[in-house]
């Protein structure tokens, strides 16, 4: 029991605004709200098994957690535009320096699935390098995201209003 509370207050003070009301599909607008994005093979990390971002913030939901991460470029005097890339399709790495915090459900039902809520029209087409064969087409998004049955008879929504994660605990 200790561990669920200390569980419970861990994804009380990472989440910044808790509300019980899902969002509404009429009033969704994916400017103001966050969409969790599928690896369907786009990220080389296979741990992340759906992201969310906004503004240089991450949210990766995780098999047995969920992974924060900011994000910002590093900028030196130094740097200058590469000139060298010529063909538009070539990928530029860029300097970045990142926070990432990691929070796992401690005892959690290792038979907990991800349930994908309010399906998002909006897909993501990933192009990276030549090699059509490792394009990735239509990535599917998603409003919602549940945790079933995380612990016996709890589980855990994702969501987001005004740009802001939000839970409910059923």
């Not at 003070?13 to 400017?31: G, L, T």
């Not at 010529?86 to 349930?115: C, G, S």
């Not at 987001?160 to 939000?166: D, F, H, R, Y």
């Amino acid at each position: 029991m200790k561990q669920f509370i200390l569980s419970a207050s861990i994804i009380f003070s990472c989440v910044s605004v808790f509300s019980a009301e899902p969002i509404n599909k009429e009033k969704y607008n994916p400017q103001k709200h966050l969409q969790f994005m599928k690896n369907q093979g786009q990220w080389s990390n296979a741990a992340i098994l759906y992201k969310g971002n906004y503004k240089g913030t991450q949210v990766r939901f995780l098999e047995n957690g969920l992974s924060y991460a900011i994000s910002k470029a590093i900028k030196s005097e130094g740097d200058k535009k590469d000139e060298s890339a010529t063909d538009r399709f070539e990928h530029r790495e860029e300097k970045r320096e990142a926070l990432v915090w990691n929070q796992y459900f401690k005892n959690m039902n290792p038979n907990t699935q991800i349930i994908e809520k309010g399906y998002s029209n909006s897909k993501t087409n990933y192009f990276i390098g030549k090699d059509q064969s490792k394009w990735i087409r239509g990535a599917s998004q998603y409003n919602q995201l549940t945790y079933q049955e995380i612990y016996p008879g709890i589980d855990l929504d994702y969501y987001s209003v005004n740009q802001k994660l939000n839970t409910i605990t059923l």
